[in-house]
């Protein structure tokens, strides 16, 4: 009876180990999934609500941002706009492009990511997704132009730029604001000391996105850089391209699952099997002790 209690009391103990076990594995994943389906979520809010405005609302905006733009760039010969022009747009930073906070979003299919791009790097904004490095051109294309996005590797919560180290020379990746779409091709990946930031200057008569984040994982030293060039965007064949990686990834996600499933369930089986066991000697025990006592009783 000692016996039968002391393994109830190991069975129970064994079995809540596991089960926190799975809680802290899971933990993860869990949040990564919410963090996905409310980013997903922040993503389309700013993609149904920027087909609402109105065409002359949004050209003014992108000459505010374009104003911004040249404002950090003295090489532009031939400046379209006044210096009362570039003012307003320094003052107006991001904000010509926001939609709720929101200047548009990144999409890398490559590493199954898609993060809405807010203004600045401040640590609450890049809790949320990605954000725009200040004192960089706005993400609005054209000549003379390098934006930055950055943000963090390694969140427990979210991945965000965690698969960045995967990228690789001639992957794409887009960049939605409130006008269109814009894609990039990579060209550039490169590690910095975080005290080194040539790399980020205006190339005139380039059309640069760096996407930005600290590197190596959870050491954070230095800082990764995968830069891109604007390279034409034809609607159809991006978003097959799109859809493609999309469902490989689901594919994969799909197939870890399944493992994961297929482990939990081996698991159950084995704990019954050996309960089974357990119950079947117990019982045989029985039966030959209450033999033993027929006989001595005769």
Known sequence: MAKTKKQKRNNLLLGVVFFIGMAV????LVSRLYYR??????????????ATLDEADIDERMKLAQAFNDS??????????????????????????EIHERMGHVEIPAIDVDLPVYAGTAEEVLQQGA?????????????????VIT??????????????????VGDKFYVHNIKEVMAYQVDQV???EPTNFDDLLIVPGHDYVTLLTCTPYMINTHRLLVRGHRIPY????????????KLSHLYRYLFYVAVGLIVILLWIIRRLRKKKRQSERALKALKEATKEVKVEDE
């Open 72 to 97: 950090l760039n003295n090489v532009v010969s031939g400046d379209p706009w006044s210096e009362e022009m570039k003012k307003k747009g320094r003052a107006e930073y991001a904000r010509m492009l």
């Open 37 to 50: 389906v409310e980013s997903n979520q922040q993503i389309a809010d700013f993609d149904k609500e920027k």
């Open 25 to 28: 594995m899971a933990y993860p």
């Open 131 to 147: 954000g725009h490095l200040e004192g960089t051109s706005l993400p609005i294309g054209g000549n003379s132009t390098h934006a």
């Open 234 to 245: 034809v609607a159809e064949v991006e978003e097959e391209f799109i859809a493609a990686n």
């Open 190 to 192: 490169k590690v910095i």
């Open 151 to 168: 943000a963090h590797t390694g969140l427990p919560t979210a991945k965000m730029f965690t698969d960045l180290t995967k990228l690789k």
